[in-house]
Structures are given as C-alpha cells and as structure tokens.
C-alpha cells in the first residue's frame, strides 16, 4: 500500500466537554496546500502549551488502520471514528507504530519531519469521545500515534506520499519507545542508548539519564 497522508487536520482552542475544558482537540479537515512552521500546522492551536504542542509535539501523527479496529471495541463510536478522532493533524494511510523507528526523517511536501516521540493520552481523549475508558484503551493496544518535530518547514497536502529520507537508528523500533513510555520498562542498555539519540524527544533523554542515576 502506498504510504500517504489521507487527510489534515487543524482545530483551534475551545472548550471540551460538560465541564467545558480549553482544548484544541476538535479539528476539522484542511483542503490544499498547509503551511508547516516550526511550532506546527498554519491554523492549529493548543489549549494547554504546558502538556501539548511545542517544537517537539509540533504535528502529531496517526495511522488509519487503527480505527477499524477501534470501532470493533468501541462500536457506540464507530461513527465518530475518522481521520482526526484522535485529535491528530495527520491521518497517515499504509503505516503504523511497527513501521517507523525512533528518530525517522519523513519527507512530506516540501517539509522534513522526525519522528521524535508517542502521544501520551490524557483525559481530554475521554471528554471528546464521552467515553472514560478510551485513554486506557490506547495505552494497552499501544495505537498512540507519533510527533514530529519539524526540521524543515514547507506546505503538505492530503495526498502527499511520505518518503523516509533517513533512519538513524534502525535497531530501536518505535512499537518498543511505545512500550517503554507507557509501561516505564527498559533495560539499561537501552535507557543508555535514549541518553545519546538526538532524534528522541529531550524529556525522554533527560528521563532516561535520570533512571540511570
């Protein structure tokens, strides 16, 4: 299967929910060109920069094939399950978690993006689903999706084939990062390995020092 983006998405800041949280979790499809900055997609806004957005979770992607398997489980939201369900700006077709390492260069457009680290689901996936169980959920099925940081800006659009332009470490799968970020283990080895991997997002290399004393 060609690996492509299936669809883009960009949302603004508004509230989430009965209790009415900020978010920028609700995002709507964008047609043509979308210009790529440093801090993200033209149009799109976090609620929260302390947990959300920033040059490390600049564009958050997500595979398509997951959400088949989504609406299995959950089949009350099977409707609701669609490119930018999981707040994602890049619906990605032809590639998951088991494809990419950590670290990848994907060409896209005229931009260059690396794969830097998982999404880590927090309550505001239960409030935009009205399902409390769905962040769990992710975390156990490992479908977390990934951010980008962006090297190099330039203009995507839906379609765009995406080109891995550089793999600097073939032997640290990014399906195994998901395991260490959300089950917290790791031999040694490999939390020495985190420590020296530019590609890896800084919190994960700052952590990965810290457990190592």
């Known amino acids: 299967m060609r690996i492509c983006i299936l669809s883009i998405q960009t949302g603004r800041a508004a509230p989430l929910g009965p209790g009415q949280v900020p978010s920028g979790f609700l995002k709507s499809p ?15 806004e976090q609620a929260d920069l302390s947990v959300h957005g920033g040059p490390e979770k600049a ?12 609406a ?12 930018g369900a999981m707040g994602e700006n890049l619906t990605v077709a032809g590639m998951d978690e088991s494809a990419i390492c950590v670290g990848d260069v994907h060409g896209i457009g005229s931009a260059r993006l690396q794969v830097c680290q998982p999404r880590q689901p927090c309550f505001k996936l239960g409030l935009r689903h ?19 940081r962006v090297l190099e800006e330039g203009q995507i659009s839906a379609g765009d084939a995406l080109v891995l332009l550089e793999r600097p470490y073939p032997d640290f ?6 395991e260490i970020v959300y089950h917290g283990k790791a031999t040694a080895q490999e ?23």
């Open 30 to 44: 964008r047609r043509g060109p979308v210009r790529v900055g440093l801090a993200g997609l033209e149009g799109d």
């Open 173 to 178: 799968p990014f399906t195994r990062l998901v």
């Open 130 to 148: 009205n399902n409390n169980q769905l962040a769990s959920a992710m975390v156990k099925s490992g479908f977390s999706g990934w951010y980008y």
């Open 72 to 83: 299995l489980q959950f089949p009350e939201l099977a409707p609701d399950f669609h490119g």
């Open 191 to 213: 939390l020495e390995q985190m420590t020296r991997m530019p590609g890896l997002a800084s919190q994960w290399q700052d952590r990965a020092r810290r457990l190592l004393g």
């Open 59 to 70: 564009v958050y992607g997500y595979a398509a094939s997951h959400y088949p398997a989504w």
